[in-house]
């Protein structure tokens, strides 16, 4: 298995090399060589996508993958290539649905941990800010996590926190001791400097997800006075030394039209993010400042404009809730990931602070057996709308089930918050997005069910719809 492992690494970085010297020519020879390659059509669905992405060279998705030639230093994006194509995808998605079958429990794609509770800012209505430097994972803790997740199939790490950026010096030697995985941080970015820009270079494995809540109002508003111009001067930076990086945007009943509007993608687009993932604020922690949750206006708002700018910008979009559609549903859990906090506390999801299994007890495939992730295996979906994915936003009681039969605790650092009272604060929201959500899904499959008729397909099952 490692000389076959070790044969398509080496394939691919023979196929990069030789794209790097016209990637407008050889692009589409990539993908013939790659479609050879996945021999068990694993990705035969992905790879027709990009097929005719590449095919139409006037398009947005065309020109965002030309820019990550244009724009980024070779060096990075070729490691970043291979680790995430060939680790992420296909070599470690075998690894993980071989385990899952195995070990008959969840085997995640990816793993965001928290190497510290600390944190520079003091932002609104995160939970975060309340507690201070109390907790951290120790290196060896962090390695062990990522040796452990590796062996199951996991190759993406994340940091939150905290600002993981407090622990950047133990990040940059993760990124050196597993040079075959893609670490990235969800960060504030007013600690990215010349320096660790120029560490992010030598080690090549690393992307920045910078926390940007809008323009310079929304974003000091929140985060405090000067935050936006230290944000904007990291991007910079980065854009300069030709490093890739993202966004992170968390969308409020504050700041959800300044995020949904095409002035705010565009600004994102120019100053060189490549990606931005989209969250809704969530009321976690007893201190949580339950104004802020987006209205069922806003987040229909938001579904429809991110739909909208995937044909126009070029900017490669994830939204956590609203894109449900595309992923099946929740995907915490261990389903495609799970959060592990700065005191070791296996959670299902960054967003759900109640766990029953500890790093520093358990190992990872123990806590993916444990009461808590097999409640999340044997429950998911939670709602058969995949537009109403979460046990708590979306479907209050669910994740209350769960966390009471699993015998979970809370892991709030500070106040504890039992899932009661967390599902609580989400009922009248949640009742207010159903039928907003039942009518954008049903109009979403007939949508799919048209395209699928046009295809030859029945359009009556998950299958043909590709929501397996």
């Known amino acids: 298995m490692a000389i076959i ?10 196929a990069l090399a030789y794209m790097d010297k016209d990637p407008e020519t050889n692009l589409p020879k990539l993908l013939d060589w790659f479609d050879k390659f996945d021999v068990k059509n694993t990705l035969e669905k992905e790879r027709n996508a990009v097929r005719q992405v590449v095919e139409d060279k006037d398009g947005n998705w065309y020109r965002l993958i030309m820019s990550l030639w244009n724009d980024i230093d070779s060096g990075v994006r070729n490691r970043l290539f291979e680790n995430f194509i060939i680790n992420g995808c296909l070599l470690g998605y075998q690894r993980q649905k071989e385990n899952k079958r195995k070990y008959n429990c969840n085997v995640p794609w990816a793993i965001l941990m928290d190497p510290t509770s600390a944190c520079n800012l003091h932002c609104t209505g995160c939970w975060a ?21 590796v062996a199951l199939g996991t190759y993406v790490y994340l940091f939150t926190g905290g600002e993981p950026m407090v622990r950047r010096k133990d990040i940059i030697r993760l990124c050196e001791d597993h ?14 400097d010349e320096a660790f820009a120029d560490e992010m270079l030598r080690v090549k494995n690393f992307i920045p997800a910078i926390s940007i809540e809008g323009f310079e109002q929304a974003t000091d508003s929140r985060r405090g006075e000067g935050t936006y111009k230290k944000i904007i001067s990291a991007m910079n930076i980065l854009k300069e030394k030709k490093l890739p990086f993202g966004i992170s945007c968390c969308y409020t009943s504050a700041n959800a039209e300044v995020i949904g509007s095409e002035e705010y993608f565009d600004k994102m687009v120019d100053m060189g993010a490549k990606f931005a993932w989209f969250f809704t604020y969530m009321p976690v922690g007893k201190g949580a400042v ?6 069922a206006e806003q987040r229909e708002m938001m579904y429809h404009k991110i739909r909208e700018y995937r044909s126009t910008k070029p ?32 959670e299902p999801c960054a967003f759900i602070h109640y766990s029953d299994s500890n790093i520093r007890e358990k190992t990872l495939l123990e806590a993916y057996q444990s009461p808590l992730f097999m409640g999340y295996h044997d429950n998911q979906p939670w709602n058969d709308n995949m537009l109403r994915p979460c046990p708590v936003l979306d479907n209050p009681g669910r994740l209350t089930n769960i966390v009471e039969r699993s015998g979970a605790r809370s892991t709030d650092y500070q106040n504890l918050e039992s899932a009661e009272e967390f599902s609580d604060k989400c009922v009248e929201i949640a009742e207010k997005w159903a039928p907003v959500a039942d009518r954008l899904w049903k109009e979403s499959r007939e949508v799919a069910e048209r395209k699928l008729e046009e295809q030859g397909g029945c359009g009556s099952c998950r299958r043909c719809s590709g929501y397996q």
């Open 290 to 295: 339950k104004e802020l949750m987006a209205t």
């Open 129 to 149: 800010a309340e507690y201070g430097n109390h907790m951290n994972l120790t290196y060896e803790e962090m390695d062990g996590i990522v040796t452990q997740g």
């Open 179 to 192: 040079p075959d995985c893609v670490f990235s941080a969800f960060t504030n970015g007013t600690l990215i």
């Open 5 to 14: 492992e070790n044969m398509e690494v080496f394939a691919v970085k023979k």
């Open 315 to 346: 900017l490669f979009t994830v939204d956590f809730w609203n894109d449900g559609e595309y992923v099946g549903g929740c995907i915490a859990g261990g389903r495609c990931y799970l959060h592990i906090n700065a005191n070791g506390d296996i």
